[in-house]
């Protein structure tokens, strides 16, 4: 089987963090570029996991891909465009023997093959898509 979804990053990730002064006041300032993009990428990995988990769960299937797609901005006409910005083969024995509780999402996708360019501070390239 295989299944794509969109990310739609831009609206669950938070643009801005709230913390607390010394003086009990809350103080909101825009989030750095790497901890967003270090957010995206463990927003996205949780997400095709999520996918996954319920497909396996639904349906009697032995391999799954999961394609992740999100918005990027042709720099050549402005306009947007979806792409694939994460690509996941997983098999259901190997899925299954996750232990989900202790799991960092990014990292347990390096786990599986799959194709995926992130960078801390560029975030996601798009990538090509996995076939069976």
């Known amino acids: ?5 969109k990310v ?5 990730i938070p643009q801005e963090i709230l913390s607390l ?3 009990n006041k809350i103080s909101k300032k825009a989030i750095t570029k790497t901890m967003y993009n270090d957010l995206y990428q463990d927003y996205t990995c ?8 319920e497909l396996f769960a639904l349906l009697p299937i032995d391999s799954l891909i999961v394609h992740a797609c999100d918005d990027f901005v042709d720099s050549a006409t402005g306009h947007n465009y979806d792409d694939t910005v994460v690509s996941v083969k997983f098999g259901r024995r190997e899925f299954l023997s996750i ?4 799991i960092d999402p990014s990292d347990a996708i390096e786990n599986f093959n799959h194709e ?3 960078q ?3 975030g996601f390239s798009p990538v090509g898509r996995l076939k069976f």
């Open 1 to 5: 089987m295989e299944v794509e979804f």
């Open 8 to 12: 739609n990053s831009h609206d669950a």
């Open 46 to 53: 949780s997400c095709i996991i999520r996918v996954a988990r």
């Open 21 to 23: 002064t010394s003086t």
């Open 120 to 122: 801390k501070l560029k």
């Open 99 to 102: 232990n989900f509780n202790n």
């Open 116 to 118: 995926m360019d992130f």
